[in-house]
């Protein structure tokens, strides 16, 4: 249904939204893409979350949603970086302003119960909360650089966080799994207009929304493991680092080859993993391939791990990381091989 609903409604908004998110239609420089569109997936997203929430409380009226502090800190979150970011895509928002909001729905997370458990102290597990939510937020704005990669790797992160639900915590009729299950339906219906070639993006209202939904979901069935199974508080963080291998391989190359550039991490580009396959002769949609096997070997590998942790098993984590590993070198390698061909495109699209 959340497929279906999401279809139609981006069906929709594309129809009579011709112009949202397009600050200025000569603006190529940043963007991958060289043509304007509509900046409205993340509106489909919202309307899915809102009425699944909805949903959920009619069928299972024994069940008041409102009466659990941490759905209120999800839904007061989520409304908030969907505002804030579908007021960036109208007017394009001062940085500042937008970081504020991201560390304001961090300590929303704190006020209603959702904190990652690392530390035995209780103030370095909710600095690490609040910076893991930001944190996440931007990577997936930033990976929003080529169609359909954010909505790929988000849906492929989230079916990790639902088998998670399933294995440890045994959810199968609860307001986190239809959540979850509702969103994962909301992107895939968005990326119907998202694949390349791409009729509509999501634009910051979906990848700041979809940022916060994944980092919350991340830490409630991710990075707490730990204390889930009575395991090291570190299996959590080392499950979570291989289902986000897409994203923290993308994000950790950027801010290395920026900084080594003496470039601030924050300012747009084409200096990202996907855009140096590019540059290694694939296109683009090609590219969306390879991230789909990334993401779809990250999950499964994740997964994995989620299982053995059940039965105590915590060895084989230690090993599986090096899959993390393998996968930056590969894409970092790129960005060194192919860095005349990041000039000559950047270079083109400034004549142009």
């Not at 954010?150 to 915590?169: A, K, M």
């Not at 789909?292 to 990381?321: G, Q, V």
Request: proline share 2%; net charge positive; hydrophobic share 50%.
């Amino acid at each position: 249904m959340a497929v279906l609903i999401s279809a139609t409604l981006n069906s929709l908004l594309l129809k009579f939204s011709k112009s949202l998110g397009i600050r200025n239609n000569n603006d190529v420089l940043i963007r991958w893409s060289n043509q304007s569109k509509p900046s409205i997936g993340g509106i489909s997203f919202f309307v899915i979350f809102i009425f699944s929430s909805i949903g959920y409380s009619v069928v299972f009226s024994d069940e008041y949603i409102f009466h659990n502090m941490q759905y209120i800190g999800l839904l007061s979150a989520c409304s908030l970086a969907f505002a804030m970011g579908l007021a960036d895509d109208a007017y394009n928002t001062q940085p500042l302003i937008k970081l504020s909001i991201q560390i304001l729905c961090g300590i929303l997370f704190l006020i209603t119960d959702t904190n990652i458990q690392l530390f035995d102290f209780p103030l370095l597990n909710q600095i690490l909360t609040v910076l893991w939510v930001v944190a996440i937020m931007n990577s997936l704005n930033m990976l929003d650089n080529m169609d359909g990669i954010t909505g790929t790797t988000s849906v492929f992160i989230l079916l990790t966080c639902l088998s998670s639900s399933f294995i440890l915590f045994e959810l199968n009729r609860n307001i986190w799994s239809i959540l979850l299950l509702a969103q994962v339906g909301s992107i895939v219906g968005f990326l119907f207009f998202n694949i390349n070639p791409s009729k509509m993006f999501m634009g910051d209202s979906g990848s700041q929304f979809i940022g916060l939904f994944v980092a919350f979901f991340s830490i409630k069935f991710l990075i707490n493991i730990g204390e889930i199974v009575d395991g090291p508080n570190w299996s959590g963080m080392v499950i979570c680092l291989l289902a986000f291998t897409p994203t923290a391989v993308d994000t950790l190359t950027v801010i290395i080859n920026r900084l080594k550039k003496g470039k601030s991490p924050m300012v747009g580009g084409k200096d990202h993993t996907t855009h140096f396959l590019v540059y290694a002769g694939l296109k683009d949609k090609q590219v969306w391939y390879i991230f789909i096997l990334i993401s779809a070997l990250s999950t499964i590998l994740s997964t994995y791990l989620i299982y053995l942790s059940k039965f105590h098993i915590f060895i084989p984590i230690l090993i599986f990381i090096t899959y993390f590993i393998v996968i930056f070198i590969l894409l970092f390698r790129l960005t060194i091989k192919y860095k005349e061909k990041e000039k000559e495109k950047v270079n083109s699209k400034d004549v142009g």
